[in-house]
């Protein structure tokens, strides 16, 4: 499959831990995108790279969340103390400049 | 500021109906895009279609038609004759020259039922 990858796609955690999300992008694509999605809502955009510089984030992102991408290819999404409001689809999305955004499942997170 | 609205929440139709779903956007730029995007109960964002502003030909492909007018601010679209497989949530979305297209803006998403 060469469509993005997101793991883990399900994550159940208790309030207060840390959880890491990862995302490997389509392989020539040179964008990649963080998206969260709540419950009967749209997603909402929270950062993106072009190659392993994070470009723009979003008041979205508190200074608990924190994303690389360290060497222009596969993502990471860490998010610390983890709070009940946390819960939410994380999706990942590439693309190459210009391009369609193309995304992956998703990672459903669940905070106790 | 940028807006995309879907008013329609949920619709249910049986197989082989025509189904239209609406979206309204808000934006400043005279150059932007729009997009619609599929998500099944696997969760995935499926592209569908994506048209800039200065296009105002409606597109047709197999059962999809997407209708834009400026006049109005809207990008509707129609699946003709429904299959179940259809049954998924629509989502439209928009993305604006001053963001450099970079970031999508979505509605809040037309939950499509399909019965056979």
């Known amino acids: 499959d060469t469509g993005v990858s997101q793991n883990p796609r399900h994550k159940i955690t208790k309030r207060g831990q840390n959880v890491t999300f990862r995302c490997d992008p389509i392989?020539?694509?040179?964008?990649l995108y963080w998206y969260r999605q709540t419950l009967g809502q749209g997603p909402e955009f929270l950062t993106y790279?072009?190659?392993?510089?994070?470009?723009?984030k979003s008041r979205l992102l508190s200074d608990r969340f924190s994303a690389e991408r360290p060497k222009g290819s596969f993502s990471t999404l860490e998010i610390q103390r983890t709070e009940q409001g946390d819960s939410a689809m994380y999706l990942c999305?590439?693309?190459?400049?210009?391009?369609?955004?193309?995304f992956g499942e998703g990672s459903r997170l669940t905070v106790l | 500021a940028q807006k995309v609205t879907q008013a329609q929440t949920e619709i249910s139709v049986v197989e082989k109906e025509d189904v239209t779903l609406d979206c309204v956007y808000e934006?400043?730029?005279?150059?932007?895009?729009l997009f619609w995007y599929k998500q099944p109960p696997s969760g995935e964002l499926v592209f569908l279609i994506r048209?800039?502003?200065?296009?105002?030909q409606n597109e047709i492909s197999g059962r999809y038609s997407w209708n834009f007018q400026k006049s109005t601010s809207s990008f509707n679209f129609t699946i003709t004759a429904s299959q179940v497989v259809d049954s998924a949530v629509y989502f439209c979305?928009?993305?604006?020259?001053?963001?450099?297209?970079?970031?999508?803006?979505f509605g809040t998403g037309t939950r499509l039922l399909v019965s056979p």
């Open positions: 934006t400043r730029d005279t150059t932007y895009y």
């Open positions: 048209r800039n502003s200065f296009d105002e």
């Open positions: 392989s020539e694509h040179n964008r």
């Open positions: 979305a928009l993305s604006e020259a001053h963001t450099g297209f970079q970031k999508l803006v």
């Open positions: 999305a590439s693309s190459q400049q210009g391009g369609e955004l193309f």
């Open positions: 790279f072009q190659n392993e510089a994070q470009l723009e």
